[in-house]
């Protein structure tokens, strides 16, 4: 086959395009993951002071299998938010530790909010979508390869 052959560009043959790290969507999506794990964190650790403070803002959940109590729900989503944001702040700074500790952060936070559907189910199914944007904007990312200088 030549690379002038119609069945290599219909889909019909042939293996699928590899993605591209540097493309536009990828290096923008991971500093707009950093900017959605920043500002995530922030707010999930405000709605782990909510529920640390036995205000009204969640209502009682009857039987649940996966039921913990709202102090319970407090500190995780404090812990989460904290971490989420510090790691938020250093992937705009760039740090190359941060996009394995935001993946992890994003998958951890992503569990965690499905066990948080029956509290607040809009607001969960929201952040499991943000967090299915973030682990795959940092996994599609591969920073530029430093250059070798030979001595």
């Not at 923008?28 to 964190?41: D, K, R, Y």
């Not at 969640?58 to 971490?83: A, K, P, Q």
């Not at 530790?97 to 929201?126: D, N």
Request: negative net charge; proline residues 7%.
């Amino acid at each position: 086959m030549t690379s002038a052959d119609p069945r290599l560009y219909d889909g019909s043959a042939g293996p699928p395009p590899a993605p591209d790290p540097d493309s536009a969507w990828v290096t923008g999506g991971v500093l707009f993951a950093g900017v959605l794990m920043l500002c995530q964190g922030v707010v999930a650790a405000l709605q782990g002071i909510a529920a640390l403070g036995d205000s009204d803002v969640y209502g009682t959940v009857g039987d649940y299998l996966y039921r913990f109590s709202l102090t319970s729900w407090g500190w995780i989503h404090l812990v989460l938010g904290v971490c989420a944001a510090i790691t938020g702040a250093a992937l705009l700074k760039g740090a190359g530790w941060a996009r394995v500790a935001g993946i992890l952060f994003a998958s951890l936070a992503l569990f965690a909010q499905f066990l948080f559907l029956p509290y607040a189910p809009v607001w969960s199914v929201l952040m499991i979508g943000v967090d299915i944007f973030v682990i795959w904007a940092l996994s599609a990312y591969r920073p530029p390869a430093a250059e070798v200088v030979p001595r």
